[in-house]
């Protein structure tokens, strides 16, 4: 069966995305449907869970929505490239240690790719592929927090 046409792909998501997901909000599941009607997946690094899961009953939340979601693993060959990533950037420390795992699961993903992330000028810092056409380079998506700490996002718009 033929993939449906349109905007779309693989949908990697930060722990903000995943979070937003898992709240049910409108905006992540859509782009989320429109990758699974693509017959795409929906994708998070492991690197990621230890952001969003806390070992509490609050947890039930993300623990449902992973059951929909590949969780890429992060082995050495990862973990080297992403710590060339950062030198290749020029971005160091704890900061972007994070990121940039997720990062080298994005540019790992057969294209398109859609990246929806609460930190959209360093995700495309790093996901930056300027040897590739336009229409094949990983579509960074922002993702808006609500004011209060903790809360979850509630925006997604193309940054």
């Known amino acids: 069966m033929a993939k449906p046409q349109g905007v779309g ?6 722990a903000q995305g995943l979070v ?6 409108p905006a992540v599941r859509a782009l989320a449907r429109k990758a699974y009607e693509r017959y795409e997946q929906v994708v ?6 230890a952001e969003v899961l806390r070992g509490r009953a609050e947890d039930a939340r993300i623990h449902r929505v992973l059951q929909r979601v590949s969780v890429a693993s992060i082995d ?5 490239e992403a710590g060339e990533l950062l030198g290749a950037t020029g971005m160091s420390g704890h900061r972007y240690t ?12 057969p294209r398109s ?33 609500r ?3 903790g809360g979850p996002p509630d925006r997604v718009w193309v940054s």
């Open 9 to 14: 792909g693989t949908l990697v998501l930060d």
């Open 20 to 25: 937003k997901f898992a709240a049910g909000d």
């Open 44 to 49: 998070t690094a492991a690197s990621t869970l």
């Open 76 to 80: 050495k060959e990862l973990g080297r």
């Open 98 to 109: 994070v990121d940039a795992l997720l990062a080298v699961v994005a540019l790992a993903q």
């Open 113 to 145: 790719v859609v990246l929806v992330t609460s930190d959209p000028k360093d995700m495309a810092r790093l996901t930056e592929e300027p040897e590739r056409a336009k229409n094949q380079r990983i579509a960074v998506l922002k993702v808006l927090c």
């Open 147 to 149: 004011s209060g700490a």
